[in-house]
Each structure stands twice: as structure tokens, then as C-alpha cells.
């Protein structure tokens, strides 16, 4: 049980590492609203603020207890991950993968409302002026974790047929 934890613990720190890292140097080289080319016409890095939850939704409402709810709503999230994780068997190691991933996310944008009550986000896809919203390394981690557990529904082990009846 405790190596589970320890893997939970090696590649979540890991990932926040690398999330924190990558938004420090944003902050530090690229200024607020400003964007650097790095694929003409399809990608850019673009050091934006995200006072909201994904996607910028709800980053337009304007309260001083905004930052502190979704504070609270994040632990509670990252606290309710762990409790999945640890109900989770060995076996479903998609879940647990996504799980991870999902957590490292959490943790590290948690990190950024703590530290600026927003989250700084910078890789900005397009095409034409069709823009998916902004992210970040941690936003990434949610999603690929979120993409593995719902694979693990349609790959995942599928329940016996102990009577061998057939339907």
C-alpha cells in the first residue's frame, strides 16, 4: 500500500515541478497579455491570468471571496481524489494513472490561487482567430488524467459471468 502513495507522491511532485517551473518562467520572460510566436498561425505562448475555473469560466464575476471558494472547492477536490485513489485497486492502473494526473493538476493550480488567487496560464492554440482557450502544464495533467479514466470505462476490465449464462 505504501508504494502506491510513494508513486502517487514521485510523479505528482514531479509534475508540479514541472507546472510551477514553466508558469515562473512565463511570469519571469513573457509580460501580461503579451505573446511570443513560436508556430506561426497556430501556437504561441501567451501569459495570461485566469481568475475563473477551466476555460475562463466564471473569470468575469467579481468578488474578493472568489479566490478563497475556489480554494476551498480545490481542496475538497484534491482531498475527495485521494479518497478515490485509495479505494482504487492496483489492477485499474488507468484510474489510478488518471488519478495522478488529476491530482498533480489540482495541486498545482491550488498552488497559484494560493500564491496569486489566479491561476497563470500560457499555452495558447489556434487557428486563424479561432483561439482554444489558454492553459497551462497543470490544466494538461487534468486532462490527459480525466481522458485515461474514461478510457478505463470502455477498456477497462469488463464484470464476469460466474453462472457462464450468456445474455
Not at 519571469?28 to 498561425?41: A, D, Q, R, T
Amino acid at each position: 500500500m505504501r508504494n502506491n502513495y510513494l508513486f502517487l507522491f514521485i510523479v505528482s511532485s514531479a509534475l508540479i515541478v514541472i507546472d510551477q517551473y514553466t508558469k515562473f518562467m512565463v511570469t519571469l520572460h513573457i509580460p501580461l497579455n503579451y505573446s511570443i510566436k513560436v508556430v506561426e498561425g497556430f501556437f504561441n505562448l501567451t501569459h495570461i491570468r485566469n481568475s475563473g475555473v477551466a476555460f475562463g469560466i466564471f473569470s468575469d464575476q467579481q468578488s474578493e471571496l472568489k479566490p478563497y471558494l475556489l480554494i476551498f472547492v480545490s481542496i475538497i477536490a484534491i482531498v475527495a481524489i485521494l479518497a478515490i485513489f485509495h479505494q482504487t485497486g492496483k489492477e485499474k492502473r488507468l484510474v489510478r494513472t488518471g488519478l495522478i494526473l488529476i491530482f498533480s493538476g489540482a495541486i498545482g493550480n491550488l498552488i497559484d490561487r494560493v500564491i496569486h488567487k489566479e491561476v497563470i496560464d500560457f499555452i495558447d492554440f489556434f487557428i486563424e482567430n479561432q483561439h482554444w482557450p489558454a492553459f497551462n502544464i497543470a490544466d494538461s495533467c487534468i486532462t490527459i488524467g480525466v481522458m485515461f479514466m474514461a478510457a478505463d470505462m470502455f477498456v477497462g476490465d469488463k464484470p464476469s459471468n460466474p453462472s457462464g449464462n450468456t445474455v
